[in-house]
């Protein structure tokens, strides 16, 4: 059965070229797009309990990754679901706050392809 990936990220590009790193991975997946936290979180409630993993950017408009993460976390039907948290930021209090809310792991921008592919392997299976 192939996966589902809800792919949330104010950068078109940014969203291209995780799905382009995931399909290396899993050619099967199928993608969910969103251009920022409110709209992930409607994608996530239009496609009920389908996503099996969530990438998200930090710094978005309207809704922040962080805020994110929190408001998905707070939902018992949401919060098994696998989130990476995608930043910029070198903040390492920023990456800590995001795994005591609950992300499974973080990536920094610009992605290392191997690394993000590793990280994604080990949340698929």
Do not use: W
Not at 39 to 64: C, F, H, W
Not at 86 to 105: C, P, R, V
């Amino acid at each position: 059965m192939p996966k589902k990936i809800l792919v949330v990220d104010d950068s078109m590009s940014t969203r291209e070229h995780i799905i382009a790193y995931c399909q290396k991975l899993n050619d099967d997946c199928i993608f969910v797009q969103a251009h920022d936290g409110e709209d992930g979180y409607r994608a996530l409630v239009e496609n009920k309990k389908n996503i099996d993993l969530i990438i998200s950017d930090q710094n978005m408009p309207r809704m922040t990754g962080l805020e994110f993460l929190k408001k998905i976390k707070e939902q018992e039907q949401f919060k098994k679901i696998p989130f990476v948290i995608a930043t910029s930021s070198t903040d390492k209090s920023l990456i800590l706050e995001a795994l005591n809310l609950g992300a499974s792991d973080f990536i920094t921008k610009p992605f290392e392809e191997e690394l993000l592919l590793k990280k994604l392997e080990r949340l698929l299976i």
